[in-house]
T-cell receptor, first 114, second 114 residues
């Protein structure tokens, strides 16, 4: 079945460092791809999304490009801040256009230090 | 403000007791979902509902039950049959068919079995 694999955390960075969190997926069709973020003690919020190959999603300085040839959707940010400390989840929707049973990766915890 | 409200935020249960977690949304969304979050395992789908009076099992439905009597409400009951109920439970909702997969999450309910 469909699945999402993320790099294991925690990822620890200094403020203003470059961030990459790897995400690869397995899907039989053409899924939509998402990054969600979870701040401590809260639910998840959509960070960005891409619905077809070569689309780039972006928000709050974060970017991810839907790469069908490598089945990847890596999250990047050029300069992280302490406020970016959170858990990041990569997800896919295996029924775009229908009801959304999102399949999530295990999450990657990011800790940014001053 | 529109959103999803989960209650209670923290809940303690003795073994053998059933507990019900509340989820209410005022986003006028057709679909609602319950996920369970365990450390290092990401989110797993328990139940989902596409319309009122209809719901389907997710990947880990055993030991749980739900109802969808109103569009705004999707309560989850954790029964005594659930062998390992201690977890963080997240409720979510989405628009009906035709959307691109965004889920809106509540802030979660943390259940601890004593």
């Amino acid at each position: 079945g469909d699945s999402v694999t993320q790099m294991e955390g925690p990822v620890t960075l200094s403020e203003e460092a470059f961030l990459t969190i790897n995400c690869t997926y397995t899907a039989t069709g053409y899924p939509s791809l998402f990054w969600y973020v979870q701040y401590p003690g809260e639910g998840l919020q959509l960070l960005l999304k891409a619905t077809k190959a070569d689309d780039k999603g972006s928000n709050k300085g974060f970017e991810a490009t839907y790469r069908k040839e490598t089945t990847s959707f890596h999250l990047e940010k050029g300069s992280v801040q302490v406020s970016d400390s959170a858990v990041y989840f990569c997800a896919l929707s295996d029924n775009p256009g229908g009801y959304n049973k999102l399949i999530f990766g295990a999450g990657t915890r990011l800790a940014v230090h001053p | 403000d529109g959103g999803i409200t989960q209650s209670p935020k923290y809940l303690f249960r003795k073994e053998g007791q059933n507990v019900t977690l509340s989820c209410e949304q005022n986003l006028n969304h057709d679909a609602m979902y319950w996920y369970r979050q365990d450390p290092g395992q990401g989110l797993r789908l328990i139940y989902y509902s596409q319309i009122v009076n209809d719901f389907q099992k997710g990947d880990i439905a055993e030991g749980y039950s739900v109802s969808r009597e109103k569009k705004e409400s999707f309560p989850l009951t954790v029964t005594s049959a659930q062998k390992n109920p201690t977890a963080f439970y997240l409720c979510a909702s989405s628009l009906g068919g035709g959307n691109t997969g965004e889920l809106f999450f509540g802030e979660g309910s943390r259940l601890t079995v004593l």
